[in-house]
């Protein structure tokens, strides 16, 4: 089975510190990517990348920036976490070819104090 | 812009029931995934059906792209069918999935 695995499950952090979320697929997929959800907006996409060094910004991306050093890694990163990235933050991949759909983590429940 | 429209938005089913989830979106919209969003909040990829008719166990889908619409049908749901579903699709050209705002479905014993 394709596996999505997020690092953390919850996380606390402080404002204006420096978050990491990470997320490892083990499938080969080319795409991945992050989205955040929040109750009464939906998901809504913060990057995608689809190769290795390659990354475009969803529809949401102020705020954030994102790695992809390696195929199977894909890091968000919080510059400077705030009060107004409390969310979920899911990740995602998905093959290029379109054979498949996407394949999500179980997610991480970020809350900045 | 590209609309992914899912209905109903609440469904309240007693454990046995069947039950018909729709999702209506624009031309522009192709690729159509269903999920499962449990309580934990972790999103399960149901189908992936750009066209045609899947099963899986109780579940099943059907996509006609050409006439921009998909169904999921649950039989005889049970209380673990509880959660929110979600329909998206991939924007013509892009890898960009766009989702509807989800049905939420409540099974009670």
């Known amino acids: 089975d394709v596996k999505v695995t997020q690092s953390s499950r919850y996380l606390v952090k402080r404002t204006g510190e420096k978050v990491f979320l990470e997320c490892v697929q083990d499938?080969?997929?080319?795409?991945m990517f992050w989205y955040r959800q929040d109750p009464g907006l939906g998901l809504r996409l913060i990057y995608f990348?689809?190769?290795?060094?390659?990354?475009e910004k969803g529809d949401i991306p102020e705020g954030y920036s994102v790695s992809r050093e390696k195929k199977e890694r894909f890091s968000l990163i919080l510059e400077s976490a705030s009060t107004n990235q409390t969310s979920m933050y899911l990740c995602a991949s998905s093959p290029s070819d379109r054979v498949a759909g996407y394949t999500f983590g179980s997610g991480t429940r970020l809350t900045v104090v | 812009g590209i609309q992914v429209e899912q209905s109903p938005p609440d469904l309240i089913l007693q454990e046995g029931a069947n039950s018909t989830l729709r999702c209506n979106f624009s031309?522009?919209?192709?690729?159509l995934q269903w999920f499962h969003q449990n309580p934990w909040g972790q999103l399960i990829n149901l189908f992936y059906?750009?066209?045609g008719t899947k099963q899986n166990g109780r579940l099943s889908a059907t996509t006609v792209a050409t006439e921009r619409y998909s169904l999921l049908y649950i039989s005889s749901s049970q209380t673990t069918d509880s959660g929110v579903y979600f329909c998206?699709?991939?924007?013509?050209?892009?890898?960009?999935?766009?989702f509807g705002k989800g049905t939420k479905l409540t099974v009670n014993p």
């Open positions: 990348s689809y190769d290795v060094k390659m990354k």
């Open positions: 499938m080969d997929h080319e795409n």
């Open positions: 059906i750009p066209s």
């Open positions: 998206a699709g991939v924007r013509g050209g892009s890898e960009k999935l766009v």
């Open positions: 031309d522009s919209v192709n690729n």
